[in-house]
Each structure stands twice: as C-alpha cells, then as structure tokens.
C-alpha cells in the first residue's frame, strides 16, 4: 500500500520566476498528478487597454517584460492593419532588428535558467554574462534595456545610425563564438544530456491536441513559424531563414531549438543590418482607427495574436491578447505524470512559463 | 485571412460539424475561443483556427449567459480559453467550470462585459460599491 | 609530548578548526565566483552570515529542532576534540556519523513536505558516502597497523593514493558540489534539511557543519605526515587546497546527477577503488600481514 503525499510547489518557489502554482501528488519522489493553478499575476490588462489607443502602445509592452518588443509591434501591427497603413521598408527593418534582439536575450535567459534548474550553476553563469552584452546593445540602440518603446502605429520612432549600426555589428561578431562555445556545451555536455534527454516528453499528437507553439511545438516535429508568414519585416528583400525544429520533443530539444535560434537570429541581425536603406520612419496617421482586424508575431516563446475591435474614438472596443505562454504551460499537467521530483523543474522551465503573459 | 461569418445557427452544431468534416488535409490548429461584447444583449463567439498558411474564423451570436457545448474533446488546448471566457464575460461551457483567474468572490463578475448604461452601474461603480461594504 | 601540551593543543585545534573551516569556504566561494565570471562575495563571507544568523529572531516550529541542532554540534565538536587529541580514527568516525544522524533527525522532526523530503535525501546521501568513508579509514588502519592517528608515518599519500581519490569524492558529497549536492538542491527542495531552520539555530547547524567538514579535511591532513613541523604544515595546506580546487572544478563543470547515480557511483566506484588499493599493500606491495 503506498504512500501518497503532496508537495505544493507552490507561488513561491526558487525555481519558478513568476507565481504558478503545483500541487504535485508524489509517491515516492514519482509524480503520480499534477493540478495547475494560475492567476497570481492577473491586473486586466485586456479591460486597462481599453481605454486609450494611444497609450496602449507602450502599456502593451508591459504585458510581459521579455518579449515586451514583441507586444508591442503586434499591437501596433494590429492597428495598421485596421487603419490600413503601410509601414516604411526602413522601419520594417528597424522593428526586425530590435525583435531579433529581444529573442536573443530571451532564449539565453530561458537556457541560463533550464541550467539553474538542472544544477548547472556555472553554465547559468555564463548564460547570463552573455545576455549582459546583448542588453547594453539594446540599450545603446534604443536608451532601454527591457522595454525598448520604439515603436508607434505607422513605424518607429527612433532610428539605428550609421555608427550605431556599425558597432551593433562589430560587437555582433564578438559575441558569436562565445554563443557557439555555449552552444558545444548544451549539445554535448554529459552530465547535461543525462538531465535533459528523454525527460519531460510531449509527442506530436499531443502537442497538436494541446496547441502549443513555439520552440515547444518546434522540439515536438511541427516546423511552423510565424515569421514565414511574413509578418514585420520578415517578407522583405534579402532575408532567408529556415525554422529550426527537431522531432524528440524532450527538454533537451526544447533547450537545443533555442540555441539554435540564438545563433539564427545572430544571422538574422546581420542580413537586416545589411538591408537597412535610406527612408521615412513612420507613416503618418490622423484620427483614430475604425475596424476589427488581428495581428500576429512570433514571440521568443511562440505565437503571439492580438485582435482589436475599434469604433472609431480613442477608446478600444475590445482587445483579446492572445499570448504564447497560455498555451504551452496547460501541455504541464500531461507531461509532468510519471517523470521523477527532480525533473519537475526542468521540466516546466523548458516550456518557458512566462506567467505575466498568461494572466495578463 | 478567411472569415466566414456572422452566421447566427447554433455554434453548438454548426462549429462541430465543420470541425470534424474530413477537410482535415493538413493540422488544424487550435489559436484562440474568445468572446466580444456587442452591448446589446448579445456576444459574438470567435473561434479561430489555422488551416495549412491561413488563418479561419467562425463567428458566431449568442444571448449573454447563454450555455455552449466545449470543444475541449477535440481540443485539449480549448479547456483553458473556454474558462477564461467564463470568467471574463459570464458565458458557460458545459462540463467546463470558471475560476482560471483567481477572483475573489466578492469582486466584479464577468468584468469585460460592457456597461449596459453608461454612466450608472459600469464596472467602476460596482468597485466602487465592493469597497464601501469591505 | 606531554599530556598538559597534547590536550591545550587539542583544545586550540578544536577551537581554531572550524573557524579556518569558515575561511575556507569563503575562499571557496570566491574562486567559484571568479570561475563563474563573476566577482563573488568578500573572503570572510561566511562570519558575517553566521554573526547575522545568531543576532536574528528566535522562531522554532517544535523544541526538539533546537535539542537536535545542539546534539549535532556537541557530537561534531567531540569527534573533532578526538581527532585533535591525536585519538582513535575509528571513534572519530563513529562519532562523526552520529552527529549527522542526528541533523536528519532535526529535519524529520519538523512536520513539512520539504523538511521531510529533504531529510530522506540528507539519509540517502549519507547512506551513499559513509561506506566509502568507513573503508578509508580501515585502508589505513590496515596499512599503518593502527587506528591511533599519533601512529601515522609520512608516506601515507605514496602507499594510499586510491584512497586519496575516494576520499575527495566522499568530499565533493559532504561539501554539497554538483554533481553529487542532492539533499540541499535549492531549486527542488528550497533547502533541503535545514528548510525549517532559521536564526540562532540554522547558525548553530552551520558551525556544526563546518566542525563535520573540519573532521574529514583532518583526516586528509593525515595522509601528509612530514617529522619537520613547518614542513608538515606546509603540506598539509597544499594537500587541503588541492583537494578544495579540484572539489570546486568538478563542481563548475557538471550538473546535478539523480540520487540513483549519486548511490551507484559511490557504491561501486568508491568501494572498488579503496578495496583495489587494500588489495595492492596487502598482497602485491610489501606483502604485509595483520
């Protein structure tokens, strides 16, 4: 006869960044059950976003605070959908260069927190100092480190200068071996691959029925990306890329897309870099939107969808958020029976819970 | 973007049947359940779906508090959204229960429905009211 | 030597071992930092975090937590005065392990799902170094004829070099480094044991583990035994540094293992190689008897 006790992992935890809550049935350090329970961080921003257009360009970057760039462009993609405007070339690749960016400092955060989770400390480290050159790259383009506020319904409002753009690529090259040292590392390290591989498995069924997206939905053999649809700047002249994908779908490939579309994005800045032509940077636009329209983006954690219903006054009829992170911390309570107490959060930090996003 | 549209036959049939039709070539995948307030009694539920490069709609009016079928048996990923629809706008889903966010029970019910009249009894009235009793 | 000499030294050893115990985990902690690419925390770390403990508030889910802190300390403290005294090694064990018995008791006592998950893993761990640890000191009881660590002659790192090895492996466990730092995995089990200790207790359950580390860091200095005392001390620091450097370098390039593989590998690894080096001196080295 066995013993059951639960273990509440509960909103606070020195392994979740953000409040989730587990309440996992163990039977001898076996997950037998899981039950989720999310809503810590819920502040309305759907309802908060309703009542100034304007403002909400900045107030939707604060829905998350890394794939802040993201909310941002989706949302003013939205709106230029509804409006109808075309955004300049020139902005296109300025809003392609700052998301590329914002995905290299999110993927090096979520792989420097799966090593912290796996008690890899050094390797967290060094994740870490990485990022830190990234985020005084975006600091230097931008003048902010995490919420970028570059953007505006129409375009952007800041501009990437020829020096600028010249040190964002000198330095680009300084960082890309020590991006591929790490990246040796989490493909072949030992002890690594004996934490990550075969631990936390979601198949493609599964991953289908659940509807993830993202690196999550990539590691588990659906190679779909956003960016191909060519949304922002991604359709343009000059820009190629491939979707990474693997079909294991265990932590180890979730971690391994996400280092592999560190280095593509490296890539990715540099062929924007040399596209950036002369040219506006925003369209203009007088009065206010009138409309329903929808716009999508690819977050560092997946699709990102925002819909917008407006009437035509500087309020918003309806704005529904639909954030990756929503998607992919469900698939949990499937993944999480039958893995041991110690894969719990190796298992969680590889879907990339961005519980800001969920709750909004 | 395809949007086929504003047809008002009952979601419960209409969007099941075109879920399970054997057009399934390529994955249909699940994107958002959400609902919208049209202020006049009705709501408008959306579902949006991916099929192969493009992106489907199916919009469907409803009566607020009206009570629909889940779709949470073909699609796993609809149990949450179906629940947030619950507790934002008040619309049920059998077998599906609400309480995705933490709301307390005292506080607004169903806080993204629109005011029916404008200036009394919106949403900031009724906090304000909450605050007084608490 | 006589008596009056041996015991003020005893007691001087006992006093003193802890606290360069406590600057060694400072030093620890800063070349791990340095490792790690960061700057790391001031040398005398560790003091400060102890004074700030015992100055905080007094909070204890039940009293036995506190009698079980003080019996860890008290029983870490004799084994030291023991070994300080130049005593019996085996009692020096004994008494070791006692003392870490009774912090998993401090753990079970308190009635809280990490508390209780972390003691079962504090039991595991020791189940997992304590034969090995057990076997060292046999390997040398067997090799100098004697448990009595007075007795030890200098060569002890030429005839036990296996031993050595194990011994830094049983290190890497009660030192808490990856891969092997199961019991207090900070992003499982908060803390791990001590998850309901706090204030002047966790202090008291923190010097008592510097005491444990003091004995096992003793016995490593044995196996330097040099006639000349500035030589012999000299060793004995390089011997304890080399052993902390290479503890701190396999910590920064691994991950935490399961507590399957944590078992396993000193079961068998361990074992194998002290029994090899018994097997060594007592058959194809000098041939030896009991």
Same mark, same amino acid.
């Given at each position: ?39 810590? %961080? ?108 570059? %953007? ?175 998607? %992919? ?32 | ?134 | ?229 500035v030589a012999a001390l000299l060793g004995k620091m390089v011997l304890v540094f080399a052993a902390l450097f290479t503890t701190l370098v396999i910590d920064n390039v691994t991950a935490r293992l399961t507590r399957r593989r944590m078992v396993t590998f000193t079961l068998s690894f361990g074992i194998a190689l002290v029994a090899a080096n018994i097997i060594w001196n007592l058959y194809l080295g000098q041939g030896v008897g009991i």
């Amino acid at each position: 006869m066995s013993r059951i006790s639960t273990i509440p992992f509960g909103p606070q935890h020195p392994s979740f960044l953000e409040p989730l809550h587990l309440k996992l049935n163990l039977e001898e350090e076996r997950v037998v059950s899981v039950e989720l329970s999310q809503g810590y %961080n819920h502040r309305g921003m759907e309802y908060a976003m309703e009542k100034d257009w304007k403002r909400d360009a900045f107030l939707s970057e604060r829905v998350c605070g890394i794939c802040s760039f993201h909310h941002g462009t989706t949302y003013c993609q939205t709106i230029e959908a509804i409006a109808g405007l075309q955004v300049p070339e020139r902005a296109l690749i300025i809003r392609t260069i700052m998301l590329e960016l914002q995905r290299i400092t999110s993927h090096t955060l979520t792989l420097g927190h799966i090593a912290e989770a796996v008690g890899y400390e050094n390797l967290f480290m060094q994740f870490f100092r990485e990022r830190e050159e990234f985020m005084r790259l975006a600091n230097l383009i931008s003048g902010n480190r995490v919420h970028y506020s570059m %953007n505006w319904p129409g375009g952007v409002r800041r501009d990437i200068s020829p020096e600028t753009a010249k040190e964002l690529e000198n330095k680009l090259d300084e960082m890309l071996p020590k991006l591929q040292m790490l990246d040796g590392v989490v493909r072949k390290d030992s002890t690594w691959l004996k934490r990550t591989k075969g631990i936390g498995v979601l198949t493609k069924e599964q991953a289908t029925t659940w509807a993830v997206v993202g690196p999550v939905a990539r590691a588990s053999g659906i190679p779909y990306d956003v960016r191909l649809s060519g949304n922002a700047g991604y359709h343009l002249e000059g820009i190629r890329f491939e979707p990474v994908w693997r079909e294991e779908g265990d932590c180890w490939a979730r971690a391994m897309v996400r280092m592999d579309e560190t280095l593509q994005s490296v890539d990715l800045i540099r062929q924007c870099l040399g596209q950036l032509r002369d040219g506006p940077l925003v369209a203009q636009f007088k009065g206010h939107p009138n409309g329903e329209g929808f716009s999508r983006n690819e977050a560092p954690r997946g699709e990102l969808m925002y819909w917008i219903r407006a009437k035509g006054e500087s309020k918003l009829d309806r704005v529904k958020i639909r954030t990756p992170a929503f998607v %992919n911390i469900p698939p949990l309570a499937e993944m999480l029976p039958g893995c041991e107490f110690p894969d719990v959060p190796v298992i969680v930090v590889s879907v990339d819970p961005c519980v800001c996003c969920t709750d909004r | 973007m395809t949007d086929e549209a504003g047809v008002s036959t009952d979601p419960n049939v209409d969007l099941r049947a075109k879920l399970m039709k054997a057009d399934r070539s390529g994955p249909s995948r699940l994107i958002c359940i959400f609902p919208l307030d049209n202020a006049d009694g009705t709501l408008d539920m959306i579902y949006m779906f991916q099929r192969k490069d493009e992106v489907i709609q199916y919009r469907y009016k409803v009566k607020e508090g009206a009570e629909l079928d889940s779709i949470s048996d073909l699609y796993k990923g609809a149990w949450n959204m179906e629940r947030e629809a619950i507790d934002m706008f008040g619309i049920r889903f059998k077998g599906v229960p609400g309480g995705l966010f933490l709301m307390p029970e005292t506080g607004i019910k169903a806080p993204l429905l629109k005011p029916k009249v404008p200036t009394v009894g919106s949403a900031q009235d009724v906090a304000t009211e909450v605050k007084k009793d608490v | 030597m006589g008596d009056l000499t041996l015991y003020a030294l005893a007691v001087f050893l006992t006093l003193t071992a802890p606290l360069a115990v406590g600057l060694l985990m400072g030093v620890d902690r800063k070349l791990t930092a340095r490792m790690q690419n960061r700057v790391g925390p001031p040398l005398l770390q560790p003091f400060y975090d102890l004074f700030k403990l015992l100055g905080k508030e007094r909070r204890l889910i039940n009293p036995s937590q506190a009698y079980f802190a003080l019996g860890y300390l008290l029983l870490e403290g004799t084994s030291l005065v023991v070994l300080a005294a130049q005593g019996d090694l085996l009692v020096v064990f004994f008494l070791s392990g006692a003392g870490s018995l009774f912090l998993v008791l401090g753990a079970f006592s308190a009635r809280s799902p990490f508390s209780q998950m972390g003691a079962q893993r504090e039991l595991l761990q020791i189940l997992a170094y304590e034969p090995v640890f057990f076997l060292i000191i046999v390997s040398i009881g067997i090799q100098e004829h004697s448990f009595i660590s007075r007795d030890m002659s200098q060569n002890l790192i030429v005839t036990l070099p296996l031993s050595l090895i194990a011994l830094v492996a049983v290190l890497v466990i009660k030192l808490q480094k990856s891969p092997y730092d199961i019991a207090h995995a900070h992003t499982e089990l908060v803390s791990g044991p001590l998850v309901e200790y706090s204030g002047p207790y966790l202090a008291t359950v923190e010097l008592a583990r510097w005491a444990e580390i003091a004995v096992v860091f003793g016995i490593l200095t044995l196996f330097w035994n040099d006639p000349e005392p500035v030589a012999a001390l000299l060793g004995k620091m390089v011997l304890v540094f080399a052993a902390l450097f290479t503890t701190l370098v396999i910590d920064n390039v691994t991950a935490r293992l399961t507590r399957r593989r944590m078992v396993t590998f000193t079961l068998s690894f361990g074992i194998a190689l002290v029994a090899a080096n018994i097997i060594w001196n007592l058959y194809l080295g000098q041939g030896v008897g009991i």
